[in-house]
């Protein structure tokens, strides 16, 4: 299977019948695209980390769990440090990180930890540069980022900033963004981010990356299907997806991107239900999952997925424990690892 055929564009994914193995094309050669994950309980564990309860009128600390590889239910996990929603989350293999915020009377600056492995409750790990919610996050296995975003009085920021989560201390500055933007979505290759979409308050259809391991402003994508913001992405080490968000109106169209070329993103297919703002979005090598969210007039607890190496719609996987919007999600499967 050594001889490419010349029509073979940049990023087609096949299935090897001599390796058994999925495998994409750089351009150059066929590599094959890595689907390991950690064994906690048979496969990559899903967080989604605060947010706000319509049942109790409050921004909540509750953290809750799901086993990525299962569809079932998703279980408690522990507390946040704060009580908060419109987070960004972000993590490791071994660490989640939850960002960022807004709490009832102001933006929050405040970056927990968890372990992935365990459950039990968040502890501090620093701050991020200026108290902001509503931004989008990524990370590899070394580094977490976090752009974008808007302080309490609403006032947008182009800012990104980065950690080192094996360690604890304050974030420091990487870069810009494409623009002062809020209410964007994220995902990761090991060396590349994607930030996409967002509004300014204009939505956006930009799609911009940047090298993770070095610091720097965003470069050039492409562009989404569509304006939109509220938009939360999945990925794998080779594609990216993009579900949900206001066109202005609720969407349930997925986009994908192949994350080591540059160019526009295309359809992919349909999520389970139109979210309008406020889920939390978490991935596996094999699975992209989205989870609660807002759809007027009311929050939601469904929980749906795809399978990210084919293109369709999205499928129940199961409800959280509570209604919830405007969470953040994280994984030590996704496509960073």
Same mark, same amino acid.
């Given at each position: 299977?050594?001889?490419?055929?010349?029509?073979?564009?940049?990023?087609?994914?096949? @299935?090897?019948?001599?390796?058994?193995?999925?495998?994409?094309?750089?351009?150059?050669?066929?590599?094959?695209?890595?689907?390991?994950?950690? #064994? =906690?309980?048979?496969?990559?564990?899903?967080?989604?980390?605060?947010?706000?309860?319509?049942?109790?009128?409050?921004?909540?600390?509750?953290?809750? @769990?799901?086993?990525?590889?299962?569809?079932?239910?998703?279980?408690?996990?522990? $507390?946040?440090?704060?009580?908060?929603?419109?987070?960004?989350?972000?993590?490791? &293999?071994?660490?989640?990180?939850? =960002?960022?915020?807004?709490?009832?009377?102001?933006?929050?600056?405040?970056? $927990?930890?968890?372990?992935?492995?365990?459950?039990?409750?968040?502890?501090?790990?620093?701050?991020?540069?200026?108290?902001?919610?509503?931004?989008?996050?990524?990370?590899?296995?070394?580094?977490?980022?976090?752009?974008?975003? !808007?302080?309490?009085?609403?006032?947008?920021?182009?800012?990104?900033?980065?950690?080192?989560?094996?360690?604890?201390?304050?974030?420091?500055?990487?870069?810009?963004? @494409?623009?002062?933007? +809020?209410?964007?979505?994220?995902?990761?290759?090991?060396?590349?981010?994607?930030?996409?979409?967002? !509004? %300014?308050?204009?939505?956006?259809?930009?799609?911009?990356?940047? %090298?993770?391991?070095?610091?720097?402003?965003?470069?050039?994508?492409? #562009?989404?299907?569509?304006? &939109?913001?509220?938009?939360?992405?999945?990925?794998?080490?080779?594609?990216?997806?993009?579900?949900?968000?206001?066109?202005?109106?609720?969407?349930?169209? =997925? #986009? @994908?991107?192949?994350?080591?070329?540059?160019?526009?993103?295309?359809?992919?297919? $349909? +999520?389970?239900?139109?979210?309008?703002?406020?889920?939390?979005?978490?991935?596996?090598?094999?699975?992209?999952?989205?989870?609660?969210?807002?759809?007027?007039?009311?929050?939601? +607890?469904?929980?749906?997925?795809?399978?990210? =190496?084919?293109?369709?719609?999205?499928? +129940?996987?199961?409800?959280?424990?509570?209604?919830?919007?405007?969470?953040?999600?994280?994984?030590?499967?996704?496509?960073?690892?």
């Amino acid at each position: 299977m050594s001889n490419i055929p010349q029509e073979v564009p940049t990023g087609a994914i096949r @299935y090897n019948t001599d390796s058994n193995k999925m495998e994409c094309f750089n351009g150059t050669k066929w590599m094959q695209v890595a689907v390991s994950s950690p #064994d =906690l309980n048979g496969g990559a564990r899903g967080l989604i980390n605060g947010g706000y309860s319509p049942n109790t009128s409050t921004h909540t600390n509750k953290i809750e @769990y799901i086993n990525i590889s299962s569809a079932a239910n998703a279980a408690d996990f522990g $507390d946040l440090t704060v009580a908060r929603s419109y987070v960004t989350s972000c993590g490791s &293999r071994s660490r989640g990180l939850t =960002l960022s915020g807004s709490t009832p009377s102001a933006a929050s600056d405040v970056i $927990d930890y968890v372990t992935f492995a365990s459950t039990g409750n968040a502890s501090d790990f620093g701050d991020i540069d200026t108290a902001r919610s509503c931004g989008a996050a990524l990370s590899n296995n070394t580094r977490g980022l976090t752009g974008g975003g !808007q302080a309490h009085n609403g006032t947008n920021y182009n800012t990104i900033d980065y950690v080192t989560i094996a360690s604890t201390g304050d974030a420091v500055d990487f870069g810009d963004i @494409y623009d002062t933007v +809020d209410y964007l979505g994220a995902c990761q290759s090991p060396t590349r981010g994607i930030f996409a979409g967002g !509004q %300014t308050p204009t939505k956006l259809n930009t799609i911009g990356f940047v %090298t993770i391991s070095t610091t720097g402003n965003t470069s050039d994508f492409g #562009d989404l299907t569509e304006n &939109r913001r509220f938009l939360q992405g999945v990925s794998n080490s080779t594609r990216g997806i993009f579900g949900s968000g206001a066109t202005p109106t609720a969407t349930t169209v =997925l #986009d @994908y991107i192949t994350i080591a070329s540059t160019g526009n993103a295309a359809d992919f297919g $349909d +999520d389970l239900i139109a979210r309008e703002e406020g889920n939390a979005a978490m991935s596996s090598p094999t699975r992209g999952v989205w989870a609660g969210g807002f759809v007027s007039p009311a929050c939601r +607890d469904e929980i749906s997925y795809i399978a990210i =190496l084919t293109q369709g719609n999205a499928v +129940d996987f199961g409800n959280l424990s509570a209604i919830t919007s405007s969470s953040g999600g994280n994984s030590n499967g996704h496509g960073g690892l």
